[in-house]
């Protein structure tokens, strides 16, 4: 498949290990987040969202930090698995908005 | 339930030339967003259709135009190409009244030589 960003911050991790992927983003207006994973040759896949009424949301083996004060988003991935491998974007949005994306994290398993 | 497809997968044009990208939105999806991704770049936001008109538009040149049709599909045009116009374009459909995220395709690859 074809790559999607060869240029990007890679964090290399050990199987098993947590993963943490960090975003600053750019508007204190943002109201919404969204981290997306996009696989090669693939568009980028919905993981999990935040609303800025939040600091903290979990979902399966994921977790999504918020910190408005100094606009920081950073999602953690419990028991990374191979799968897991990809690029990972932060989103943000404002009411009325489109998402506007970070530059992306490059994910790396290591076996 | 098929999600958000797009065509052609890839496609090869030459500078000066004109290209249209389709895109099919996700089943009961009304709004339809396009983004640009070059290589190495999170998706850049070209322009949002909603009810056939284009609702919301990004920091792109009138080059790029779109249309969305009554059954929610919608085209990418794009005229007098650039080499800098090489990249995915990735469709991303979301309903209007909802407030959550958007469902995107794979996208097509363009490349202009």
């Known amino acids: 498949g074809e790559s999607v960003g060869l240029h990007l911050p890679t964090l290399s991790v050990q199987e098993g290990d947590n993963s943490i992927i960090n975003c600053a983003y750019s508007?204190?207006?943002?109201?919404?987040f969204i981290w997306y994973k996009q696989e090669s040759g693939k568009g980028p896949q919905f993981i999990i969202d935040?609303?800025?009424?939040?600091d903290k949301r979990q979902g399966q083996r994921v977790t999504v930090l918020l910190n408005k004060t100094v606009k920081h988003l950073s999602l953690q991935i419990a028991a990374t698995q191979p799968g897991d491998s990809a690029v990972y974007f932060c989103a943000e949005k404002m009411s009325g908005q489109n998402f506007v994306f970070g530059p992306g994290t490059r994910l790396s398993v290591l076996p | 339930d098929a999600g958000v497809t797009q065509s052609p997968t890839h496609l090869i044009k030459t500078r000066g030339q004109q290209v249209t990208l389709r895109c099919s939105p996700k089943s009961g999806h009304d709004t339809v967003s396009w983004y640009q991704q070059a290589l190495g770049q999170g998706p850049q936001f070209i322009f949002q259709y909603y009810e056939e008109e284009e609702r919301q538009r990004g920091n792109f040149p009138d080059r790029f135009s779109g249309h969305q049709y009554p059954n929610y599909s919608s085209e990418l045009n794009v005229n007098a190409l650039l080499l800098g116009d090489s990249a995915l374009y990735l469709c991303a459909s979301s309903y209007t009244q909802g407030n959550s995220g958007y469902t995107f395709g794979s996208g097509t690859r363009l490349t202009v030589v």
């Open positions: 935040i609303r800025s009424n939040m």
């Open positions: 508007n204190s207006a943002s109201d919404y």
